[in-house]
């Protein structure tokens, strides 16, 4: 099924149609045609995916005659943030689960002969990391949330690890709890690895810390406290539990905004304040323009610049994005 996202996508084909119903409300199948120039039936595609979204409704007019509205786009925007967040809370119910059944398990001298093995020490999840990115071959995915496994200096020598597997071009993904942007050192780190062809995003809560090499082993922090000497982790390789791992880093990723390349820039001005809020509404840089009195070249060029600020590839993330930084 379509994600909500795409329709604050500009120019993807839902989006279209959504704008024209958000600048002419009960428009008719016709009429949506007209204004986008394409034929009735395509626009019917549309309107069926943004009705089984709840993003439109169809209703009739007085002649009896099928007309369509759009919701508002707030309402959506925050609705998709709810669907967000619950699923998130679902990994994180799942998290607790696993780690009430590694509770369980009897602790072994020998850690099992398994595929899926308990690791109780810290530093044996350290060196599990560090194994991890040096034997990688194709890509690695991580998930990096507080409270860190190692001081600053091991995570000095796991950036360093990172830098030197990016130039033998294995590509690597990691996503990381927001509060990265109140950790000045750690996110010069981030930064710059990024330089260098890392892909990095972020997520308000990820459920858990983990690492992923080639989709093949996988090192997964159940518990770590920093009221306890050590964390409990589950070392895994080639199971069905490694498989829900991958999919549910890339539900993750997806769910992600991309990382801010300049997170601390000034505050908004006015302009682009309003830019923004309008963007958010589902405005066009033309409907822009009008409404701020500003040449469409000039909305053009201060979108582009705020979609490079925040890190963003869609208005609907910088909206995100927006939100998370405080700028509306």
Known sequence: MTELDSIFESGSPHSRVYAVLVHHP????????????????LAADSLNVLCELRAAVCIESADGEPVWDAHAPEALSEAEARRKQE???????????????????????????????PVYERVQMLADYEEMQSGARVGVKLVERGPYLGDMDSERQLFQLKRAKLGQGIRYQTLYQDTVYQDSERLR????????????????????????????????VLHADE????????????????????????VLWSMAAPISVNPTAEVLD?????ILTLMGLGATDDTIARRLGMSRRTVVRRTARLLERLGASTRFQAGVQAGRRGWL
């Open 189 to 220: 780190y981030v930064l710059s690895t990024n330089a260098s062809g890392a892909q990095a995003r972020t997520l308000p809560e990820p459920p858990f810390k983990l690492i992923i090499s080639d989709d093949e082993r996988a090192s997964l």
């Open 87 to 117: 699923a998130i809370s679902q990994m994180h119910t799942v998290a607790l689960r696993l780690s009430e059944t590694f509770r369980s398990v009897r602790r072994s001298s020998r850690g099992g002969g398994g595929a899926v093995v």
């Open 270 to 274: 006015d302009r682009d304040r309003a």
């Open 26 to 41: 009960r428009s008719s199948l016709a009429d949506i045609a007209d204004h986008l120039g394409i034929s009735e039936r």
């Open 227 to 250: 009221r306890r000497p050590d964390p409990m982790g589950l070392r895994i390789v080639g199971s069905p539990a490694l498989d829900v791992l991958v999919k549910t880093f890339d």
